[in-house]
Each structure stands twice: as structure tokens, then as C-alpha cells.
């Protein structure tokens, strides 16, 4: 279950990719249709989010910064 880190309220746009980048801020990017290429990343709103390790960082439906915990699949280890 994702919990909610910090409250930004982003309104998203069709056609972006919405992300948490390495500095905790909230950027977007267009996304590639067919022979058109991506667009170039940009920042949307400052969250000042301090990532830990272990965590999925992601934009949620609310527009708001949430983290859910990686699950890491395969077979266990003897």
C-alpha cells in the first residue's frame, strides 16, 4: 500500500509522463507517439522530497508525491 509523502496538487495533462526526478521535484515529460521522439523533462512543481532507498517514488491519481515499497521477485536464496 503507497503512502502519501508530501501534498503538491499537480493538474495533469494528456500526453505527459508525470515523475519524481533524483532532486524530489515533480517534472514531466511528452510522451513518444510513433516516430516522434519524447520531449526533454521538465519541472512542474518543487517538492524538496528526500527519497529513501527501498521506496517507489511516484506522482499518484491526486496529483500529490507517494512512495510504496519495492517488492523484489525471484527465488529465495540458499
Given amino acids: 500500500m503507497a503512502e502519501k509523502v508530501a501534498k503538491v496538487g499537480v493538474k495533469k ?3 505527459f509522463l508525470y515523475f519524481v526526478d533524483k532532486h524530489g521535484n ?6 513518444a ?3 516522434k ?6 519541472l512542474v512543481a518543487k517538492a524538496g522530497v528526500k527519497k529513501a532507498s527501498g521506496y517507489l517514488y ?5 496529483g500529490d508525491v507517494s512512495r510504496a515499497k519495492m517488492v523484489r521477485g ?5
Fill in 74 to 78: 525471484g527465488r529465495k536464496r540458499r
Fill in 13 to 15: 495533462d494528456a500526453g
Fill in 58 to 62: 511516484f506522482v499518484d491519481k491526486h
Fill in 37 to 42: 521522439g519524447g520531449g526533454k523533462a521538465q
Fill in 26 to 31: 515533480v517534472s514531466r515529460a511528452k510522451m
Fill in 33 to 35: 507517439r510513433g516516430k
